[in-house]
């Protein structure tokens, strides 16, 4: 436990606590929106017969669903001392995970602020979008549980603390991959964890595979429940009308747009403390210019909209105003019917590639190594979670509640970049040995 005995740590975790429970008490403003539905489920039927009715006409999320309706019952104050809770287990998770190997004399204050200004990043705001109870069970609390998943694999193996680890683990892994979009997340860093301990002949965790059959599971009901196919239809129906005619590929495609557009339509903060972590630490390694040009372009993306949302209210250039709106539209479905301008496609193809350069922009932090790896599966898991909701027709009329473990999967990607400021390089041999 030797982070938690940091006082670094222990700072930053008191000063999220403290800002955490003020914004609970004096600026969360409880409002209905799904609430009040799940709030009068109970009034009529028991819980076991409207989560069948739930998943033979709504929702596959019956695990989640089921916590959801007991919640919802609780006074307002018992709801916001839970999450309190349970946004500071995401916090200390998120300490665990990222400082666990490093001595008390390796965490930098650097590093620690960072990471209080990372936690803080995440705009709060986005879980009240269908009722914060609601949103914060299905989204807040299932992030919770999915760190609470990873758990024992970040434990020695002779640890006294992994066999407790287990006892809180397979519930919460079981709760958070109900979730569609950690299922796929799970489901693609289980198999990279089992593929490579073949590849380097190492004895595979347990663990990872029963991940893997968890992940199976739900996705199998994911694709069977009929409740899914009956919202689909509906959402499909009333929110996107041209989604039915959509194939695999455009549905792809759609994925990848709403990506895009949580990251450049508006300010994705968590993004942009990313890119900028990352062009720092290619620096700090000495690159070559063309490497730090690479490195500085993601980064160089998010400043350049910045300045141009600024100055576009004064800016009579169609150009400015066209970059800064490119995400403005009623009916996306024309765009996928051939329709799309092809200086938008030059703006979302600019966009892509940004983004890959900041997944190359890690090969020059970490090198050819097993590390730098693991860090494009984290990256790629995360953005994946964001991308399937192109297999949803709401993939609009969910917002930005569904960026939350993309988000995070930034968060981790920054604060292990920023681990590496105090370390030599790819390749790096002592003076000695030159």
């Known amino acids: 436990m030797a982070p938690f005995k940091d006082k670094k740590i222990q700072c930053v975790l008191f000063i999220y606590g403290i800002l955490v429970i003020a914004f609970h008490l004096f600026w969360l403003q409880l409002g209905e929106g799904d609430d009040s539905y799940y709030r009068a489920c109970l009034e009529d039927?028991?819980?076991?017969?409207?989560l069948l009715d739930r998943w033979n006409d709504w929702s596959s999320r019956s695990i989640i669903e089921g916590l959801l309706l007991l919640v919802v019952q609780l006074p307002s104050a018992a709801w916001i001392v839970l999450d309190i809770l349970v946004s500071m287990l995401i916090a200390v998770l998120v300490v665990w995970y990222v400082f666990y190997r490093e001595t008390d004399h390796s965490v930098s204050l650097a590093a620690a602020v960072l990471l209080l200004l990372l936690l803080l990043?995440?705009?709060?705001?986005?879980?009240?979008s269908a009722g914060w109870v609601t949103t914060t069970v299905n989204y807040w609390w299932s992030l919770a549980a999915l760190l609470l998943a990873f758990l024992p694999l970040?434990?020695?193996?002779?640890?006294?603390?992994?066999?407790?680890?287990y006892a809180v683990s397979i519930p919460a892994a079981v709760f958070s991959i109900n979730h569609e979009q950690i299922c796929v997340l799970v489901l693609a860093m289980a198999l990279y964890l089992i593929l490579r301990d073949r590849i380097k002949k190492r004895e595979?965790?347990?663990?990872v595979w029963l991940l893997l059959g968890f992940s199976f599971v739900s996705l199998y009901g994911i694709l069977t429940c009929p409740g899914?196919?009956?919202?689909?239809?509906?959402?499909a129906d009333m929110w996107f009308p041209g989604y039915a005619g959509f194939n695999?590929?455009?549905?792809?495609?759609?994925?990848?747009?709403s990506v895009l557009l949580t990251l450049y339509k508006e300010m994705n903060w968590t993004y942009?403390?990313?890119t900028g972590v990352l062009f720092l630490t290619a620096a700090l390694r000495k690159r070559r210019i063309w490497e730090l040009l690479i490195a500085g372009l993601p980064f160089a993306s998010n400043a350049g909209l910045l300045a141009l949302k600024g100055i576009a209210p004064y800016c009579r250039m169609d150009l400015v105003h066209y970059i800064v709106d490119i995400f403005e539209f009623d009916r996306p479905v024309v765009w996928y019917q051939g329709t799309l301008p092809n200086k938008a496609r030059l703006l979302m193809l600019i966009y892509t590639v940004c983004c890959l350069c900041a997944a190359y922009t890690l090969y020059l932090i970490f090198g050819a190594a097993e590390k730098c790896l693991d860090m494009l599966v984290l990256l790629v898991s995360a953005v994946i979670s964001k991308a399937s909701m192109g297999?949803?027709?709401?993939?609009?009329i969910s917002v930005e509640r569904t960026s939350v473990f993309m988000n995070y999967g930034f968060l981790f990607l920054a604060m292990f970049c920023v681990l590496e400021w105090r370390r030599p390089g790819p390749g790096y041999r002592p003076q000695s040995e030159r």
């Open 45 to 50: 039927a028991g819980i076991l017969e409207i």
């Open 121 to 128: 990043s995440y705009d709060f705001r986005e879980l009240s």
């Open 154 to 165: 970040s434990l020695p193996e002779k640890s006294r603390g992994r066999k407790w680890a």
């Open 204 to 207: 595979g965790s347990w663990y």
């Open 228 to 235: 899914n196919r009956i919202r689909s239809d509906f959402s």
């Open 248 to 257: 695999l590929l455009q549905k792809g495609l759609l994925g990848w747009y």
């Open 272 to 274: 942009v403390l990313f």
């Open 391 to 396: 297999m949803s027709p709401t993939v609009w």
